[in-house]
């Protein structure tokens, strides 16, 4: 179909799935082992509803918000993921371009396909643009890999930590395509990240990493740093100790740890807990997994979250409509955004809080 046909995010998905070359199509769409928590992370919006006021004068919609101290258009991020160019020649920096035109963020992953340097060269000099970090047990290559980004401008280093292994997607290795990427990170740079990289992100990636380890990358660099992949209220407290700017409430999309809680449900949890120890100032808090629709941003929004990052939806667009998909995919949220803040009765970011939403469903577990 004519892009002019993609109604929503998910069109792009129904899209993906029957157009797309299919190892490229089970390494992007597949979960982990029975894709429970594949489903729950979508499953958990559909528990929340609004509580919308109205009379309240909508005529002028602001969508803007800070992130880490950027100002954005929208308080969404397309979040890091890996091997851009199973789905399209020119890889990430699709996804660069489009962010920019459209002035959001978007999240560097360590094993993306173009090289990190191709990325941060397609983006315009006022464009923001995070490091997504898989912490290699070569503590060398980590510290270059972070001096660099920071002189290269990245506005936040955001180190992944719920993938010390990598889980089972079956969908994925049925389809054979991720077998073998040697050089994924290191020195050659040359080598062709697209051959895969499952057993590369299980051979680099320090097992070891801890939370004595977060002191050590503070020690190396200036830029704010965030955990992607906190899962538990216990780990929430925790890193406000260890003194990070920022966590991720994520369970990588549901392709990690299968029975890992939707991160909206963690944030209902957490959310009262921070605010009973005087803590939600201390650190942002951002969301990922599932995020389809602009009232799944606006309810995470709601709930505490500063902004929140989308992963698949935008690995869709840019499979199967390259550079204007992505902008196509960015607008259709954007204009979903301002008809669900009007809907809702608030014209700004900062007016969501939790007076607009309903939880009771998430209160029986
Ligand atoms: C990911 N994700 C991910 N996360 C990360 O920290 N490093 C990575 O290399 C990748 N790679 C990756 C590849 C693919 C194909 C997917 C789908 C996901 C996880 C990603 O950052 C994010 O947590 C989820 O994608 C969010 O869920 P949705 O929006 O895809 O439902």
Do not use: W
């Given at each position: 179909p004519d892009l002019s046909q993609m109604?929503?995010?998910?069109?792009?998905?129904?899209v993906a799935r029957h157009?797309?070359?299919?190892?490229?199509w089970s390494y992007y769409s597949s979960g982990c082992d029975d894709e429970i928590t594949l489903r729950e992370n979508h499953a958990s919006y559909q528990r929340v509803f609004f509580k919308p006021r109205v009379l309240v004068d909508v005529t002028n919609i602001d969508l803007s918000t800070t992130m880490l101290g950027t100002k954005v258009s929208s308080p969404f991020y397309i979040t890091a993921t890996a091997l851009g160019r199973l789905g399209h020649d020119d890889g990430e920096c699709v996804l660069t371009r489009s962010a920019a035109k459209q002035d959001i963020i978007q999240m560097i992953p360590t094993l993306a396909s173009c090289s990190f340097d191709e990325i941060v060269d397609a983006a315009t000099d006022k464009q923001t643009q995070w490091l997504q970090l898989y912490v290699n047990k070569d503590r060398e290559i980590c510290e270059n890999i972070v001096r660099h980004a920071e002189k290269r401008g990245i506005k936040g280093l955001f180190i992944t930590v719920d993938a010390p292994q990598l889980g089972r997607r079956e969908k994925d290795m049925r389809s054979k395509n991720i077998e073998d990427l040697s050089h994924v990170q290191g020195d050659d740079e040359e080598a062709d990240r697209t051959q895969?990289?499952?057993r590369a992100i299980s051979s680099f990636i320090d097992t070891s990493l801890n939370w004595k380890d977060i002191k050590w990358f503070r020690s190396i660099t200036k830029m704010?740093?965030?955990?992607?992949?906190?899962?538990?209220?216990?780990?929430s407290l925790l890193a406000v100790e260890h003194g990070v700017d920022g966590i991720v409430l994520s369970n990588h999309g549901g392709r990690q740890l299968e029975f890992s809680k939707p991160p909206l449900e963690v944030l209902i949890e957490l959310m009262p807990v921070l605010r009973s120890k005087g803590l939600q100032d201390k650190l942002e808090i951002y969301l990922d997994g599932g995020v389809r629709r602009a009232t799944d941003v606006l309810k995470a929004i709601c709930l505490g979250a500063k902004g929140v990052g989308?992963?698949?939806?935008?690995?869709?667009?840019?499979?199967?409509?390259?550079?204007?998909g992505v902008y196509k995919a960015i607008q259709i949220l954007k204009d979903e955004m301002i008809m669900n803040m009007r809907l809702l009765g608030v014209t700004s970011i900062d007016q969501l809080n939790e007076s607009?939403?309903?939880?009771?469903n998430f209160q029986t577990r």
């Open positions: 109604y929503n995010l998910n069109d792009f998905e129904f157009t797309m070359e299919k190892t490229a895969g990289a499952a704010p740093i965030i955990l992607k992949g906190i899962q538990t209220v216990e780990d989308i992963g698949r939806p935008f690995l869709y667009a840019m499979s199967t409509y390259g550079d204007a607009y939403v309903d939880v009771r």
